[in-house]
């Protein structure tokens, strides 16, 4: 029995530590300082739709994680979301690669992202924007005076800023609910759940919510849909007439 023993006991130690050694280099080694996330599991083409099958996850050391990777409980979020870009295989997965928003044009049915002439706008919300959905209301010229009145009375000087449009002053009027309410309920939309894909100021600075609360980084001046022939033509066709376009927005897409 001695004699067994002593010669199981070092086939036992060599085998744990064979164990140990191929535990640590196999499974603690590769979590170690790593974090997991979401990477492309194969290639996935231009504007295609993400599914589960697109997607593994991978631990990566945390010197090589690029900003704002997807981790795997952004997983669902990401599953359905459509390719921003070509996603190579092994690439890991960050916002700005995919278009969790559908802004990207569909070149196929004959999208493409259509800057509106501030000269077409008669209002648009002072919160409107990037990647909120939009409906236009088209107000005839003999109204325009009177829904103006009504909103420099409802508005304090401070909701209407004065811009420069190609060298001239003019103004961008901001609403309020209660004003939409007055435009809307007379009127059906000329065009409806249009895609916002930027609004900008007049220094082509994207506006967004500023830090400090109930402020926002600029004044909009700009703003850009996505839109087909037909949908610009159809704002077109209406503002050669004397219409005005009155922007109201119907929500903000969640993330």
Known sequence: MKKLLKFLLPISILIFGVVVVLGFEFYIKPRVNTVPVVVAKQDIPFKSKITKENLTIVNVKKDHIVKNAFTPTDVQMIVGSYAAIHISKGTQIYPNLIDQFDLVPDETNGEFVAPIPTDWLFAVPGSLRKTFIAD??????????????????????????????????????????????????????????????SVKDRSNREVTEAKEEAQTTGVISNLEIIATEEMLNTLRDYTEKGYKLYVVYKFQRSK
């Open 136 to 197: 236009f209301y088209a107000i005839p010229n003999s109204e325009q005076a009177a829904i103006r009145t009504l909103i420099k009375e409802k508005e304090s000087r401070n909701d209407t800023k004065k811009e420069q449009n190609e060298g001239k002053e003019r103004e961008v009027i901001e609403t309020n609910d209660s004003i939409d309410n007055v435009v809307t309920d007379e009127r059906e939309p000329v065009l409806k759940n249009v895609r916002v894909s």
